[in-house]
């Protein structure tokens, strides 16, 4: 640590460095409230100081935190008064330690349970930096033995998290890999049985197919048959309980939360070869309407994405964000990446966002407000999606139709039915502590999404939805599209195979009606899927050709399997109608039967994701955003945003803008009346 900075820090009355348990518990019992410090050193007014207690009344945050969030106090200032406070002095952020030895000599569990790091050695005792001062004898009581004298300094909690990762960042990442128990994750699928089942069920169909031809592609075809049945009455009944909702299962941003605190919410946005859409993604990101103290937004890279960091070090990154850059491993996907920055949430709700995604500004209100009343078994909601091209070529239009009937009709329904909601990738909320104890997301498993909604639902947790929508760039190409498709396909059969390995306590933990659902969806899209051409081969039995499959039906079923294939189509146009019936969708509803041709696209990218699971399971085929409208797409200059242009540098306070309030929109409702004297003295007025 700089000499001349302890110097610097003493010369101004704060007390040196603590060093003895007696003098800590004294300073701490004895301390005069924060606001006085800050009050007796003119550092901030009166009334802005009222303003932040008055904030603190209602939110999660510390009282420091409210004050540099809105300007009211510089970070300097705040940690003389901290150090003041509590007797101690505070670090030189401007020389960050550097011995990685001396990190690790805490173990990264403490580290981040107790935010503390080792920051320098003098005299051959240990310093141990902390943004939690309050905390010190908690943390001198669980500091491992061996570690000979330690004092204690300040920092701020960005400080001493970079430095956290800075030692330990590299055993966390490798721990991020295999987060999940290993029975329910697919990163043993090369050397388990799971990567048998396809090229087991091609070698027996091949040999079916060689010397039974006929029979097999019967037996095929009314496999085929029985699945499309399955799924009108799956459709039908998504229908039946769309029409007959009481609009209760998509909760409202009705203020149900007040009587409890706003949580702080962290906001993973994992970004990977993103230089095109970095700079947009900031400035929608930084429109959301949410207190700043209470929003801690991560982007997060991989250390080798050298062009993505580049560009986001030349965007204009507000202060309430943070750039987490994910230490080099296997594989390079995006729930390896979350899974390390959830390390560093510090949030209780950790919500998930795209690059490209373009959140409603006022839509985290809507999950604090739901996640304050929501029963503990409630562990997630899932927002609606849509997307703010779909006027760029029919495969847009299309996507928009398919996303339509899916987050605004499906899933809805498939919550009111009981069964297990697959997740849907984006505009997700966690609550933090449950997320850590299932392990995060599983590294390896290209639809990290849905299956982690089979993990809650395996717990006996549960998915809510939640009445907000945030807009995504629809894939535009049909290549591409394809590509995409395939990576949700080849996801969705290894869940089900990873899930599968013990049938009997999949049965168990689910009970028989989500057993049946989690099939249903998961393999049965699937089987259809791939076995589509069979279905439409059987078309040419209504113009009196034979058929393989008519060797196991009698004569008369041909009508009865028509009515099928007509009430099948009749209700897929259907509930894409019902779907759009939002005003800024009904422009798409003479383009839902395009919807028809478009889903045969799934057929191809099944057959791709299948072959994947063989020679790529833990292949991303990443989707290139950007590319349709998703860079431009609504994009304000920063100055007309309202955004700072600041540098990518953590814990640098925002301007200071004095006693304007106007930052801060219906914070200070329903709040008490405090007034507070120019001694520090605190009285509530109402």
């Known amino acids: 640590m700089s000499t001349q900075f302890l110097k610097l820090v003493q010369a101004t009355r704060v007390p040196p460095l603590m060093g003895p348990k007696k003098r800590a518990a004294s300073t701490a019992e004895h301390a005069s409230p924060l606001g006085a410090y800050l009050l007796d050193a003119r550092a901030i007014s009166p009334g802005n100081l009222a303003k932040a207690l008055a904030l603190q009344l209602r939110e999660d945050a510390r009282l420091g935190d409210i004050l540099i969030a809105n300007g009211w106090v510089t970070e300097r200032d705040l940690m003389m008064a901290l150090s003041a406070q509590y007797g101690i002095g505070f670090a030189d952020t401007a020389l960050p330690p550097h011995d990685l030895d001396m990190i690790r000599s805490v173990p990264w569990e ?45 920092a701020p909690e960005v400080e001493v998290l970079k430095a956290i990762a800075l030692g330990h960042g590299k055993a966390l990442a490798r721990r991020a890999e295999a987060k999940v128990p290993e029975r329910m994750s697919c990163r043993n699928w090369a050397t388990s049985l799971s990567s048998l089942v396809v090229p087991t069920l091609c070698i027996v169909l091949i040999f079916n197919l060689l010397f039974y031809t006929t029979m097999t592609l019967a037996v095929l075809s009314l496999l085929a048959c029985a699945l499309l049945i399955s799924n009108v009455i799956f459709k039908g009944t998504a229908l039946w309980f769309h029409l007959t909702e009481d609009k209760s299962e998509f909760h409202s941003h009705r203020d149900h939360g007040s009587q409890t605190k706003r949580p702080i919410i962290s906001l993973f946005v994992p970004l990977f070869k993103e230089p095109r859409i970095a700079g947009p993604l900031v400035q929608r990101m930084a429109r ?110 299309c996507f928009t139709i398919e996303y339509a009937t899916w987050f605004r009709l499906f899933l809805p329904a498939i919550k009111r039915m009981g069964l297990a909601v697959p997740l849907g990738g984006t505009t997700l909320f966690f609550r933090r502590d449950v997320l850590r104890e299932l392990g995060g997301w599983d590294a390896h498993n ?35 599209w394809v590509k995409q498709r395939s990576r949700w396909n080849k996801g969705y059969f290894m869940t089900w195979v990873v ?17 049946l659902g989690f099939h249903m969806m998961f393999l049965g899209m699937i089987l259809n ?4 051409p069979l279905l439409w081969s059987t078309v040419v039995v209504a113009f009196g050709t034979h058929h393989p499959i008519m060797t196991l039906l009698p004569e008369w079923a041909v009508w009865p399997m028509a009515l099928v294939f007509t009430m099948a189509t009749v209700l897929t146009i259907t509930l894409a109608l019902v779907a759009c019936r939002a005003s800024h969708l009904r422009f798409l509803r003479p ?81 008490p009346v405090i007034k507070v004297g120019t001694d520090g003295t605190i009285r509530r007025i109402s």
């Not at 937004?297 to 991989?302: A, G, H, P, R, T």
């Open 110 to 154: 403490l580290c981040l349970q107790h935010t503390v790091v080792p920051w320098s050695q003098t005299g051959g005792m240990l310093i141990l930096a902390t943004s939690n001062p309050d905390k010190i004898p908690q943390i001198r009581a669980a500091l491992p033995p061996g570690l000979g004298n330690v004092l204690f300094t300040l």
């Open 288 to 397: 959301l309407d949410y207190p700043r103290e209470l929003l801690d937004i991560c982007l997060i890279v991989e250390e080798h994405d050298i062009e993505t960091r580049m560009a986001l070090a030349r965007a204009a990154i507000p202060s309430w964000f943070r750039v987490i850059v994910v230490p080099d491993g296997t594989p390079r996907t995006k729930p390896r990446a979350m899974n390390y920055a959830l390390n560093f949430a510090r949030g209780s709700i950790v919500g998930v966002y795209d690059a490209e995604d373009a959140p409603e500004a006022r839509q985290l209100h809507a999950v604090a407000n739901r996640f304050a009343i929501a029963p503990k078994k409630v562990v997630c909601l899932q927002g609606r999606l849509d997307y703010y091209n779909p006027r760029q070529n029919w495969v847009s239009r």
């Open 446 to 480: 290209v639809t990290e999404d849905a299956d982690l909604g089979i993990r809650l639902a395996r717990l006996g947790y549960e998915t809510e939805m939640v009445d907000i929508t945030t807009h995504e760039e629809a894939n535009a190409a049909t290549w591409p």
């Open 499 to 515: 899930h599968n390995r013990q049938p009997i306590q999949l049965l168990r933990d689910l009970g028989l009606r989500k057993w």
């Open 529 to 532: 899927a791939a076995l589509a």
């Open 591 to 671: 383009w839902v039967p395009l919807t028809l041709p478009y889903f045969q696209l799934t057929t191809l990218s099944t057959y791709k994701a299948l072959f994947e699971t063989v020679r790529k399971p833990f292949y991303w085929d990443k989707t290139e955003h950007g590319a349709f409208g998703g860079a431009d797409h609504d994009v304000q200059t920063p100055e007309a945003a309202g955004i700072e242009r600041k540098p990518v540098i953590f814990g640098t306070p925002i301007k200071d803008r004095g006693p304007n309030i106007q930052a801060l929109p219906d914070q200070l409702t329903k709040v």
